[in-house]
């Protein structure tokens, strides 16, 4: 069966046909300045973690990673791209800022992870995992984007993200995981709630294996979003387009 992600799952449950435009066609998605200058900020991130030695990256050299890593994708001409590095830049030395107080390594970043759901092989890679001071583990996503930075704990108990994430490290580890957070590296704050109960994950497994059955039925329609009209609309019904016929697969 093929493997699914949770973007994958998040792709298909806002648009099907979306989904089978980005992950079937291999058809590329638009990229936003926004998401650019997060990736660079989750590699910038990667690399100040994973510099050996006992003590913390100098700054200057976290931000000379930063510099050599930003993507520029999506940005519409020199003052944009020179904005968003300078942002960048500051959200960085909050960061290495607090991370430098009591530095310690995370037990790791950006690991990967496959896990058996009733059958579905889902993928995903962790941003971060801490260990808590009882010995558990401590799954973090960092989030980049202004439209997160109201998240609450009611938003973190309800994500489905870090709950796959949390069946995907438990998997890997075979140690307990006892908490979800997200990272807000844009205001320097961890949001963290307790890890699902059984009976959520339960459920989270449940929608997992429905997304997995409705893609293996070929049901990929086009389904209105707020993403309406994406950058695939004039290959969409609902625009007036045709869909392509499905890439052989093999
Ligand atoms: S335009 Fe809307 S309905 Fe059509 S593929 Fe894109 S997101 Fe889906």
Do not use: K
């Given at each position: 069966m093929r493997p699914l992600s949770y973007s994958?799952?998040?792709?298909?449950?806002?648009?099907?046909?979306?989904?089978?435009?980005?992950?079937?066609?291999?058809?590329p998605e638009r990229q936003t300045p926004e998401s650019s200058l997060g990736r660079s900020l989750h590699k910038a991130v990667e690399i100040?973690?994973?510099?050996?030695?006992?003590?913390p990256m100098p700054l200057p050299i976290l931000l000379q990673e930063f510099?050599?890593?930003?993507?520029?994708?999506?940005?519409?001409g020199p003052?944009?791209?020179?904005?968003?590095?300078?942002?960048?830049?500051?959200?960085?030395?909050?960061?290495?800022?607090?991370?430098?107080q009591n530095f310690r390594r995370p037990v790791a970043v950006e690991r990967r992870f496959r896990v058996d759901v009733g059958g579905v092989p889902v993928n995903g890679v962790v941003d971060r995992i801490d260990r808590l001071p009882d010995g558990s583990l401590e799954v973090v996503d960092y989030k980049t984007g202004v439209r997160q930075s109201g998240t609450t704990e009611d938003d973190v108990a309800d994500n489905l993200q870090l709950a796959i994430y949390?069946?995907?490290?438990?998997?890997?580890y075979r140690e307990p995981v006892s908490?979800?957070?997200?990272?807000?590296?844009?205001?320097?704050?961890?949001?963290?709630?307790p890890a699902r109960d059984a009976a959520v994950l339960d459920a989270v497994?449940?929608?997992?294996?429905?997304v997995a059955r409705r893609?293996?039925?070929?049901?990929?329609?086009?389904?209105?979003?707020?993403?309406?009209?994406?950058?695939?609309?004039?290959s969409c019904p609902l625009f007036g387009g045709t869909v392509p016929p499905l890439p052989d697969q093999g």
């Open positions: 994958q799952i998040r792709s298909f449950r806002t648009c099907p046909l979306r989904y089978r435009f980005v992950y079937l066609h291999r058809m100040f973690f994973r510099a050996g030695g006992a003590r510099e050599g890593n930003f993507e520029t994708d999506g940005f519409d003052q944009a791209l020179r904005a968003a590095r300078t942002e960048g830049r500051a959200i960085l030395e909050r960061f290495w800022n607090h991370e430098t949390q069946l995907g490290v438990a998997g890997a908490r979800l957070s997200i990272h807000l590296l844009r205001d320097d704050r961890r949001v963290s709630v497994r449940e929608t997992i294996r429905e893609i293996g039925e070929g049901e990929l329609d086009p389904t209105e979003s707020p993403l309406c009209p994406c950058e695939f609309s004039t």
